[in-house]
């Protein structure tokens, strides 16, 4: 299954950058043929995709590395720092390609072989629904959660070089304020999206929680355990793909510290039989006396 997962991973890695590739030569193309502004918004971001999938594909091999001495915890923090330096890569480039629209919106240009760009727009379309259907095709099997994201970000794409063609096309017929006007829309797109990394990246670097609707399916898994007679102190956090948890849980007095070693092996493997292998779990006994002791003196 880890083989088929690295296989699966590292072709739609590699098949995703080879596609791409071929869409910056052909945007980089109508670009200098055509001069639009929101060509190269598009040609920008094409290049910030290859970027993003590259740092992705090499930053996720180390991630993925298992903990050693000096890293305990493993190596999934880095995917978030690599995060952060994208998405201020991002936010130079949407500034400088939203001056650059504000210019031409200013002063307007007719765009020379215009039709040129609608081609490319349409060419870069069917490349991306390529893309997104490969990448569909390696989460449905792995379900991998870099894999995915990528795959919503291509999807986003789509719309984005829909936009563009527009944007060629009416200024082609004399709407020459399109194109200044779809580029800036572009620059926010970029924006958003960088806003997006950039929050995703902070809350795995500041050990946010993971989600409400995870922590009561958590909590209703070690509660339905018949011996297991309530749980508190829950704390968890995320790691790249990996989950943290800790918990107490509160068990008979009268059990040997075997049977509630047993009784915690249990609670862990149900943990893991829904939250899959990528879950780091730690647990401590209470006995039910002691837990009330405590309440008693803290109210």
Not at 10 to 31: D, E, G, Q, Y
Not at 138 to 156: C, F, M, P, Q, R
Not at 164 to 191: C, H, R, T
């Amino acid at each position: 299954m880890t083989r088929q997962y690295d296989v699966l991973v590292r072709f739609s890695s590699l098949f995703t950058m080879a596609v791409v590739s071929i869409m910056i030569a052909a945007k980089a193309w109508a670009w200098l043929a055509s001069g639009s502004a929101a060509m190269l918004g598009s040609l920008t971001d094409s290049l910030l995709d290859i970027s993003a999938s590259m740092m992705s594909f090499l930053v996720l091999s180390y991630a993925l590395r298992p903990a050693d001495d000096d890293h305990r915890f493993g190596h999934g923090k880095a995917e978030a720092l690599a995060g952060l330096g994208q998405a201020a890569f991002i936010s130079g480039s949407a500034c400088f390609l939203a001056f650059h629209g504000i210019e031409r919106l200013i002063n307007p240009v007719p765009l020379p072989h215009s039709m040129l760009g609608v081609w490319v727009s349409g060419f870069a379309i069917l490349c991306t629904l390529l893309v997104v259907a490969v990448q569909q095709y390696v989460v449905k099997h792995t379900e991998s959660i870099a894999v995915k994201a990528d795959s919503l970000h291509y999807k986003g794409d789509l719309l984005l070089n829909a936009a563009v063609l527009v944007g060629i096309y009416l200024a082609s017929i004399g709407y020459l304020f399109a194109d200044s006007v779809f580029a800036i829309g572009v620059a926010f797109y970029l924006l958003f999206n960088c806003w997006e990394i950039a929050k995703e990246s902070a809350n795995h670097l500041m050990d946010k929680e993971i989600s409400d609707e995870e922590k009561v399916r958590l909590v209703s898994i070690i509660s339905k355990h018949p011996d297991v007679q309530g749980v508190h102190d829950l704390r968890t956090r995320q790691s790249g793909k990996l989950k943290f948890v800790q918990f107490h849980i509160e068990l008979d007095k009268q059990l040997s510290l075997q049977q509630a070693h047993a009784i915690s092996a249990e609670v862990c493997d149900k943990i893991r039989a829904v939250f899959g292998e990528h879950i780091d779990i730690m647990v401590h006994q209470d006995p039910v006396a002691l837990n009330e002791r405590c309440e008693s003196q803290n109210p």
